[in-house]
Every structure is written in C-alpha cells, then in structure tokens.
Nanobody
Framework: QVQLVESGGGLVQAGGSLRLSCAASGRTSSNYGMGWFRQAPGKECEFVASITSGFTTYYADSVKGRFTISRDNDKNMQYLQMNSLKPDDTAKYYC????????????????WGQGTQVTVSS
C-alpha cells in the first residue's frame, strides 16, 4: 500500500508563488512515475505536470514556463513549484503515483493524495 500526503497550498495574490510538496510512504519505488493534477469547482480534473523515474518532465500548456515539477527519490518526495500564479490556477491540487510511465490522464495513476487547496486572488 502507498500513501501520499500533499502540503503547501494556501491563499496567494496573483503573480505570487507557492511550492507544493507530496510525501510518499509505504510500498513506493524510485521507478514510479509521479504527477500533479488539479480540479476547480464545477470543472473536470486537469493534468498539470508529470515526471518520470528518469526525471523527464511534462507540462500542461497552461502552466508551461510557470510551474516546475521535481522529485527527490531519497526522500520519496515530489514537488510543484508554482510561479506567476493566476486566478485561473485556483483549484485543489492532487499528487499521483503510478508504477508505469506517468501520463496525462488521471486513470493512469494508481495512488492519490487527499489534495491541497490553492487559491489565487486577483
């Protein structure tokens, strides 16, 4: 069993920054792919970013150039550095873990955290 716990969300003004963290515990592996998704009220779950076991990264067009995903295998952690935040980034952010290559669809991930709320005021 794998447990994921996100942290780092909060309220920030437009143009500000936040760093989300996701701690993994249990039967995890450095070979797992990791990703971040978000869901705003009334909207579908949306891919944000992912990182492979080989540290290759992928981003949604809406966050490219503003967000950076990273991982620390020694600590079983993944991070999402979010800069130049916009009100449209307001959502609950979830980290996911998959024993396969991390894709852009939520169904590809086997494990999820409970989410952390990010609110960007204008």
């Amino acid at each position: 069993q794998v447990q994921l716990v996100e942290s780092g969300g909060g309220l920030v003004q437009a143009g500000g920054s936040l760093r989300l963290s996701c701690a993994a515990s249990g039967r995890t592996s450095s070979n797992y792919g990791m990703g971040w998704f978000r869901q705003a009220p009334g909207k579908e779950c949306e891919f944000v970013a992912s990182i492979t076991s080989g540290f290759t990264t992928y981003y949604a067009d809406s966050v490219k150039g503003r967000f950076t995903i990273s991982r620390d295998n020694d600590k079983n952690m993944q991070y999402l550095q979010m800069n130049s935040l916009k009100p449209d980034d307001t959502a609950k952010y979830y980290c996911g873990l998959t024993p396969t290559a991390p894709g852009r669809y939520a169904f590809e991930y086997s494990y999820w955290g409970q989410g952390t709320q990010v609110t960007v005021s204008s």
